[in-house]
């Protein structure tokens, strides 16, 4: 039972860090929609990889949920899963807003017009990062260059169904397991944020002109402070001058 529950986290792990990387390809193709780039591909390329996230979403939904309503959860993965489950919250609740980009955005700009597209100032595709987030050797692209009538208004009908399955799906989260998010801790090397090497680096070259401005900015210092002092004496002196007047004139 125990080997069996690991390897179910794991697996349940492993859906959860896909299901990020495919939202994450859609944010990246949804912030091509209504510029220079913006064609048929892009739009088929959008709806595989939204396809794919749901799917995806489905899944760790509804393992995530069963497993959370279990109360014989040890705590040790109650605490995993608790954090999967924030992390796959969040990553839902980014899908539900690019879906709703995409959906306004394509309401407003067509690709019949292209004259009403933006010049962002992009060029080239996306298909390698949707390939890659859908793990496809090759998406299956539009083969064809003219816009068949009615796709946009039949895409727009099925993203609104896709965004209201999403809406329920984050009340069904909300209503079936009550976690509270502020109360997750996050640990381990999966939450861990390590520098990278070019990081380290920058860090090692602020260190070394902080080391080095060091002993230039040591006489200033010591100057301002200097400076401070003598005009804390000299406002000492000014009021006892005149503590002085006052007492011997009057």
Not at 7 to 35: F, I, K, M, W
Not at 174 to 203: F, I, Q
Not at 211 to 231: D, K, R, W, Y
Request: charged share 20%.
């Amino acid at each position: 039972f125990i080997n069996g529950s690991g390897n179910s986290q794991n697996n349940l792990t492993s859906d959860q860090l896909s299901s990020s990387e495919v939202v994450a390809c859609y944010r990246h193709l949804a912030s091509c929609v209504g510029g220079c780039t913006d064609s048929l591909q892009l739009r088929d390329e959008l709806r595989q990889t939204r396809e794919k996230a749901q799917k995806l979403a489905g899944d760790v939904c509804h393992h995530l949920t069963s497993h959370l309503r279990d109360k014989s959860l040890p705590d040790g993965q109650r605490k995993e899963m608790e954090l999967l489950w924030v992390a796959f919250s969040a990553c839902l609740e980014l899908l539900h807003v690019d879906m709703c980009k995409v959906l306004n955005i394509s309401g407003i700009v067509s690709l019949a017009d292209s004259a009403s597209l933006v010049h962002t100032g992009l060029e080239g595709g996306c298909s390698d990062v949707a390939a890659r987030a859908l793990s496809l050797p090759d998406l299956n692209q539009v083969r064809t260059d003219s816009l068949p009538a009615g796709l946009e208004s039949q895409e727009r009908s099925t993203m609104e169904l896709e965004i209201s399955r999403i809406d329920r799906m984050i009340d069904d989260m909300e209503m079936k397991v009550n976690v509270l998010r502020w109360m997750v801790e996050p640990h381990g090397p999966l939450y861990a944020d390590p520098l990278s090497s070019t990081d380290s680096a920058s860090m090692a070259l602020l260190s070394l002109d902080e080391e080095q401005q060091a002993p230039t900015s040591q006489p200033l210092c010591q100057q301002s402070h200097m400076f401070v002092l003598l005009l804390l004496l000299g406002v000492f002196f000014v009021a006892s001058t005149l503590s002085l007047c006052i007492f011997f004139f009057s």
